[in-house]
């Protein structure tokens, strides 16, 4: 049955959450007859054999047991299909480089000729022509592209950055309410931390970084002030000091509000 690689939506997924007509009991032998796990899904099959575990059931499983069934046709299947249907040419769509090599290895014990192999690159067309000849001269550009939400393609390297930013260290904000004409500040700067630190835990460090934008505020502002060069100068100064004082590199977004 299917499941071997952790697949949520499997049969064997759906057995272990309960939710599938044949039900697991103490006793079972479930037995995992592909080793060779497809990469990046280990820790869901480890975390389904554990509680196959639990459940009482004996499951056998890895290189040990010296089990494999492989989910594909078979050398003699292939050898099969392609006598059946005749093909004047075999372009393989699956499979690595190395899959496709033995592939053809075993079409030419057949009877086929290099020039009945298409190996197009992965941005080909296949153009075959009514005189039985074939090219794949034609390229499609092809890149990657981003669908977020209703949006598409219209999220970039920019954006991608600031995300990964704000998931490993969090966002430093700070608030200035500034008379521009004086170039004076209202009121003592407002802090915000979003997943860089705990505010109520940390606020020796908040004091601190509270002080250094008051001491550089002071050292930056003009009559009248500024805004721009304020914010480049107090921005680039909290990202230096964040990074002496935690070793964390937040994203530093200070705000300025005209009063």
Do not use: W
């Amino acid at each position: 049955m299917a499941g071997f690689a952790g697949q949520p939506d499997s049969a064997l997924s759906k057995m272990v959450m309960g939710k599938h007509r044949i039900k697991i009991k103490s006793g079972d032998k479930v037995i995992f007859s592909a080793p060779d796990y497809i990469p990046g899904t280990t820790g869901n099959i480890y975390e389904m054999i554990d509680i196959l575990s639990k459940m009482g059931a004996d499951v056998a499983y890895g290189d040990k047991e010296e089990l494999h069934v492989s989910g594909h046709g078979y050398q003699k299947e292939h050898a099969l299909l392609i006598s059946l249907t005749n093909p004047r040419y075999l372009l393989p769509i699956g499979g690595n480089y190395r899959h496709v090599k033995s592939y053809f290895s075993m079409a030419k014990t057949m009877g086929f000729n290099d020039d009945q192999f298409i190996t197009p690159d992965y941005d080909s067309a296949v153009t075959f022509y009514t005189s039985g000849k074939v090219d794949t001269n034609f390229h499609i550009p092809m890149h990657k592209v981003l669908i977020d939400g209703l949006g598409i393609g219209d999220v970039g390297a920019t954006v991608l950055r600031d995300r990964k930013t704000l998931a490993e260290d969090g966002m430093f904000s700070v608030v200035l309410m500034v008379n521009k004409e004086a170039g004076t500040m209202f009121k003592e700067p407002i802090i915000l931390s979003r997943g860089f630190v705990f505010m109520k835990e940390n606020t020796d460090l908040i004091d601190y970084l509270k002080e250094e934008v008051l001491r550089k505020f002071n050292e930056v502002t003009s009559k009248p002030a500024n805004f721009d060069y304020i914010r480049t100068e107090i921005q680039a100064y909290l990202e230096t000091i964040i990074k002496e004082k935690t070793g964390r590199e937040p994203m530093v977004l200070p705000l300025i509000i005209e009063i």
